[in-house]
């Protein structure tokens, strides 16, 4: 998808990877904005409306990177790709139970950087998804669960659901191929893009925050369900 119009927020409070961030988006077409502790970011957040977020979690301050993570999600949905130096597995999953979209650990290339950019800004422009040759409307088998995906609106019950652009793209696929058990690399690849396969993990989590907001009973889910090493399935009247 095309840059222009774009504005990203670094929040990250070594000056050298301000830089370095800084110069490589704005030679790829984007605005960027720049913050070096928690509270500076949300008021970022709040006042300049960023289409994307990059953020370290080691931050200075009252507010660290968890906690920008939190508080973002209150008022905004625009992705956020976590830029960390830790690569502890239950840090990058807990950053992702946060509101995370994605994680990528330090030292990393320009090239991945802006590709996982290109990715989270391609689930969070509907125009691209409402261009594709596919349904514009998705319910589940007894009406509970519906979908406009030109409206990006999601329904469960009586209830609108808030979801994230990642959380909707999970949800879309796994609803246009009800009754289908998609593979773990399947989901990767078609939601996070081709440089995915083995994050496993991810799927993880976006699969229990669907539940805790779709399902009448999170822990008993009657709709996403999970085929044990292989992947999930959005369920059809057919496997009741």
């Known amino acids: 998808m095309k840059a222009k119009g774009k504005r990203i927020l670094v929040v990250d409070d070594e000056l050298s990877i301000q830089r370095i961030l800084r110069q490589n988006l704005?030679?790829?077409?984007?605005?960027?904005?720049?913050?070096?502790?928690?509270?500076?970011?949300?008021?970022?957040?709040?006042?300049?409306?960023?289409?994307?977020?990059?953020?370290?979690?080691?931050?200075?301050?009252y507010l660290d990177g968890l906690d920008v993570c939190v508080e973002a999600r209150k008022i905004t949905s625009a992705p956020i790709i976590v830029l960390s130096a830790l690569a502890n597995e239950k840090q990058k999953v807990r950053a992702l139970d946060l509101g995370a979209d994605d994680y990528l650990t330090k030292p990393?290339?320009?090239?991945?950087?802006?590709?996982?950019?290109?990715?989270?800004?391609?689930?969070?422009?509907?125009?691209?998804v409402a261009m594709e040759n596919q349904p514009t409307t998705l319910i589940s088998d007894d009406g509970y669960i519906r979908m406009n995906v030109e409206q990006r609106t999601v329904r469960a019950g009586e209830q609108e659901v808030r979801l994230t652009p990642t959380e909707f793209e999970l949800l879309r696929q796994l609803m246009q191929k009800a009754g289908k058990v998609l593979t773990h690399r399947a989901l990767l690849q078609a939601i996070w893009g081709p440089e995915y396969g083995e994050e496993a993990d991810y799927l993880r989590v976006y699969v229990r925050q669907l539940r805790r907001k779709i399902e009448k009973e999170p822990s008993r889910?009657?709709?996403?369900?999970?085929?044990?090493?292989?992947?999930?399935?959005?369920?059809?009247?057919?496997?009741?």
């Open 108 to 128: 990393f290339g320009s090239d991945e950087l802006l590709a996982r950019v290109r990715a989270c800004l391609r689930r969070s422009n509907p125009a691209e």
């Open 221 to 240: 889910p009657q709709y996403i369900l999970t085929e044990p090493g292989i992947g999930y399935m959005f369920r059809t009247r057919e496997e009741t």
């Open 26 to 61: 704005l030679m790829s077409g984007y605005e960027v904005l720049v913050a070096g502790e928690g509270r500076q970011a949300i008021e970022m957040v709040q006042q300049h409306h960023p289409d994307l977020i990059l953020l370290d979690l080691c931050l200075p301050g």
